[in-house]
């Protein structure tokens, strides 16, 4: 059977709904450097993949040759600005002139000394060149540096060919690596400590140019803190209060942030292992149409449904958004479709762009993949991985469930049609394609059979390939070599991200202003410990507003989480509060980037659908705080408890708090929406609100009244509450 044919059969809805989106400043290269690129994304997924799994390399060496290959096909792919395809190159000018021979000199230079300092040691077996080699190395190597990041913004970038600027950044990039891989043995003893000059340059150098790809893949907001942490380094003396330090030299600062405890620390850590690896797995899934599968096996199971795309969106795109690990570029892939069939089936526009944005930023807490900020909790705490996404299991279920009560209720209100029996994927017809959903049960299955993450990983981005021979979409050599580079291409935010975090988290562990929050923190909690953690949660989202989740997390873990630990709190509660409070900042206003990516679809104004989205995902603002009054919530063992004068078992504790935490959302949803059994005032509203508060709380008189609440609100609706039947949208 064809590809087409099977499509016409089943009525397919989604296809590529998966398939990266092009960013605008995307370069789509031809000739000769199409292929290079595209070979060494290749080169690079399979580097990662060979090393995780076969050669493994030594620890320094490995990351070191992560982020520089992130660099050169950063560079190569990533335009400095919006890249107008059909447009022409000016010619050459004087001035450009200038800055290329600058550039390319001093680009030049530095390459040649490390040829050089490479020659000595290999072909005459010198372990160090002559002094003056690295003593001129430096100083051009930043120079040539600097002027292509600035010409970059001057001059207009091509989008089918590298321009010669983004050439001497990969160079820097080669430059910077190479060095560090001279000096490694040595680097690890001196760097923060005895730094020559040459250490200072080839850090300088590579701390601008990861900051310039951040800059290019991620935007301005994380590169901007960046920037106001690497000031803060050097201003601290002059600062009042808990800010205040004594300073440091750039020599120690700059090559202590090019270290383990900095750029190559646990965000990179992560990056170039378990991400890179669960990127390779989405991309291996996408090359053989397992996406459009999630999706259309969504709009089968909920689609006839009222409101029926609104509730495909919240399966599927928290399914996608898992995987994916990024919440603006899930709700582009996926809300592409989802959002012009929410708004054709009745749903105003800033509310279908909502509700994706609600789901995909959900799919960042959903296990097992949780996007990738389990990956970096479990590096930073040291917590097993399996542990973490057993711990996640009931918040996700409660946030989900909120947001699909939420759509619920908005169709109800709105008397929403679910989509005609013709308009869906036949339900019978894509259950005998169940076999789809192998990969992801194999991940999981191998989790909890013990196998570590890494091996689990790769045995599901193989199953992935394995059942794509029983599709028309067979992955061959020339799909997997495919799926290898776009692997690559999906990894470089999130690589540029991490390494970029890694100055953030290098600036907090050397300047001890962590340990200075917390102690503020303290002072705080002398007073209220809730308020201590209201503090925090408002950190936690500031610091996580305009930033990918994954950079988000590794900040405020190394800020708001050892302050929160010192409280008294275990580090796994500790740790989930400030992911949580990192993951929805993507939809909390003023700076919302998934609500303003589903704005731009719906054709919404934007703030008005970040309000909505942060409406819809209330839940995940207050089930934090059931982590801190009920740790049963993340499944932590208890010891038994008494309740009413009888002993309660402490599995029994985490069952009453789920179901009463669930109920408790739902009149949460409620009282957002208005609407409990048909429409209420005001003044139920807040009724409803507090009976949700009671019942999130956990305990078993709180229970009680909660409950109390919601059956005689559901009584009194029943006796005197208006019947409104909606009239249904056309």
């Not at 989106?21 to 290079?36: D, I, M, Y």
């Not at 980037?593 to 409406?615: D, H, N, Q, W």
Request: charged share 10%; proline share 5%.
């Amino acid at each position: 059977m064809s590809a087409s044919s099977a499509e016409a059969e089943t009525r397919l809805i989604a296809q590529g709904i998966d398939d990266e989106p092009v960013a605008s400043n995307e370069r789509s290269l031809t000739g000769w450097q199409k292929h290079v690129l595209f070979w060494a994304c290749a080169a690079f997924t399979a580097f990662h993949l060979l090393s995780l799994n076969v050669y493994p390399l030594e620890t320094w060496t490995y990351r070191i040759l992560h982020v520089a290959g992130a660099l050169c096909i950063g560079f190569a792919l990533v335009a400095a600005m919006r890249v107008d395809m059909d447009a022409p190159l000016k010619r050459m000018d004087m001035v450009q002139g200038a800055a290329l021979l600058v550039a390319a000199a001093g680009m030049l230079w530095a390459l040649g000394c490390l040829v050089i300092a490479y020659w000595y040691r290999h072909q005459l077996g010198q372990m160090f060149p002559p002094p003056w080699v690295f003593q001129n190395f430096g100083i051009p190597l930043v120079v040539s540096t600097s002027v292509a990041i600035v010409s970059s913004w001057v001059f207009r970038s091509g989008g089918r060919s590298i321009n010669w600027f983004d050439w001497v950044l990969i160079g820097g990039a080669i430059a910077v690596a190479s060095y560090l891989l001279f000096h490694l043995d040595i680097w690890r003893f001196r760097a923060g400590v005895m730094a020559l000059p040459p250490d200072l340059w080839a850090a300088v150098a590579g701390t601008l140019l990861i900051i310039e790809l951040t800059r290019r893949s991620a935007g301005m907001a994380l590169v901007a803190i960046s920037v106001i942490f690497i000031l803060y380094s050097f201003v601290g003396p002059w600062l009042p209060g808990f800010l205040h330090h004594a300073g440091y030299s750039a020599g120690r600062f700059f090559t202590y942030i090019y270290t383990d405890n900095g750029i190559l620390g646990a965000p990179v850590a992560v990056s170039s292992t378990y991400i890179i690896l669960f990127i390779a797995f989405a991309a291996f899934l996408q090359a053989s149409k397992v996406g459009d599968y999630f999706v259309n096996f969504a709009f089968a199971v909920a689609g006839r449904t009222r409101g029926g795309p609104a509730k495909v969106a919240v399966f599927a795109s928290g399914l996608m958004g898992m995987i994916n690990g990024t919440s603006a570029g899930n709700v582009v892939a996926t809300g592409s479709l989802t959002i012009p069939l929410m708004k054709r089936v009745g749903y105003r526009p800033q509310t279908a762009g909502a509700i994706e944005a609600t789901a995909s930023t959900g799919g960042q807490i959903m296990p097992p993949i949780m996007g990738a900020g389990a990956f970096i909790m479990a590096e930073i705490t040291g917590i097993p991985y399996t542990d973490l996404i057993v711990a996640a299991i009931i918040p996700a279920c409660l946030y989900f469930l909120s947001v699909f009560i939420m759509v619920d209720l908005e169709a109800l209100k709105l008397g929403l049609r679910g989509m005609r029996e013709d308009e869906l994927p036949e339900f019978r017809k894509l259950v005998r394609q169940a076999f789809l959903f192998l990969p992801v049960l194999i991940l999981i299955g191998a989790l909890f059979f013990g196998y570590s993450v890494i091996r689990a990983g790769t045995l599901a981005l193989m199953s992935a390939m394995v059942v794509s021979w029983l599709t028309p979409y067979r992955m061959g050599p020339r799909a997997i070599i495919r799926a290898l580079e776009l692997a690559a291409r999906m990894s470089i935010q999130i690589i540029a991200v991490c390494a970029c975090a890694g100055i953030i988290v290098g600036v907090i562990a050397l300047t001890g202003v962590g340990a200075r929050f917390s102690s503020l923190l303290l002072g705080v909690a002398a007073h209220s410990q809730l308020l201590a953690l209201i503090f925090a949660m408002f950190i936690s989202i500031m610091l996580g507003m305009g930033m990918p989740t994954t950079a988000a997390y590794a900040v405020a873990a190394s800020v708001v989480a050892p302050g929160l630990q010192q409280l008294g709190i275990p580090p796994l509660i500790a740790h989930f509060f400030v992911f949580y409070y990192a993951v929805v900042s993507a939809i909390t206003p003023p700076v919302a980037l998934a609500a303003y990516a589903g704005a731009a679809i719906s054709g919404a104004e934007p703030m008005r659908t970040a309000v909505t989205a942060f409406k819809i995902g209330l839940a995940a603002f207050i089930v934090p705080f059931i982590f801190f009054y009920s740790p049963a919530m993340l499944l932590e063992p208890s010891p038994d408890v008494t309740m009413f004068g009888m002993a309660i078992p402490g599995w029994l504790r985490i069952v009453q708090v789920a179901f009463t935490a669930s109920i408790g959302v739902c009149l949460l949803a409620s009282a957002v929406q208005g609407y409990f059994f048909g429409r209420v005032n005001m003044l139920f509203r807040a009724v409803l609100l507090a009976g949700a508060m009671f019942m999130i709380t956990g305990g078993g008189v709180s229970d009680l009244a909660g409950i109390g609440i919601g059956v005689a609100l559901f009584l009194f609706q029943r006796m005197f509450g208006r019947r409104q039947v909606p009239v249904p949208a056309e």
